[in-house]
């Protein structure tokens, strides 16, 4: 880091990925490589979820490597997953796949989280020992939750649980819900398929991700947590970390990255404003 300049966030992420116990194939598919961190979780008959869901992240691929996104790369992105996805089935109710987590982008010089979702894969925040969902799930029951038909556990024992509203591909040519969130120091970003928020509540997530100090370590232990808790999906948990920069660098085999763009000065001792998450899209 050149001399006078502000501290810059710097990441730190883990991710690991399982079948499960009850499925043949992992149908999950994900990217954990700055800017992008995406969970996509496939479906369809035969390997056509394996092939939605590496098609969907495969979609953004171009955009691996860059130290910050723009929220209209992301929607250019996310078209072009929309249509190869649709092109892999004939069928209108072919492959298609969920897609949710955070890409890394900027506003007004201060580093943001833009979380994009479609689908029930989803992207929590940790912050000060508070496990928050960002994302909304598009399924059935989320919708009967907000009619107040159904309590949230009610929801996670319902019988249509597994019923989503809006996908990538199969048939669905929704638009993503995006929020965009001040990157804050100490953040934990946790985005995972349903393998793993269906197998464990949210207590047990937040006391994973609490205890375990290093992304990899928290991710490897929340698929493990999911298999001996029955594992009856694929699996699939990204965790990102903004660390403190203070010159410790990476703990353990967590890998880093510094976003160290010229244009990215700022306060990182600064205090939250205390805004919520801004929804738009
Ligand atoms: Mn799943």
Redesign the pocket.
Known sequence: MEKGKEPMIELAWGAHTDRGRRRELN??SFVAEPPLFFVA?GMGGHTAGERASATAIEAFSELRGRSLVGLDDVERAFARAVRDVSGIGAGIDAAGTTISGVAVTEQGGEAYWLVMNIGDSRTYRLAAGVLEQISVDHSEVQELVDKGEISSAEAERHPRRNVITKAVGAGSYDEPDYWLIPVAQGDRILVC???LSKELDTARLTQVLSEEESAQAAATRLVHEALLHGGR??ITVVVVDAIRDDGQGALDDTQTHVLDEDTLPRDLSKERTGDGPIQFG
Request: hydrophobic share 0%; aromatic share 0%.
């Open positions: 149908e999950d979780d398929s349903d393998g999906d694929n």
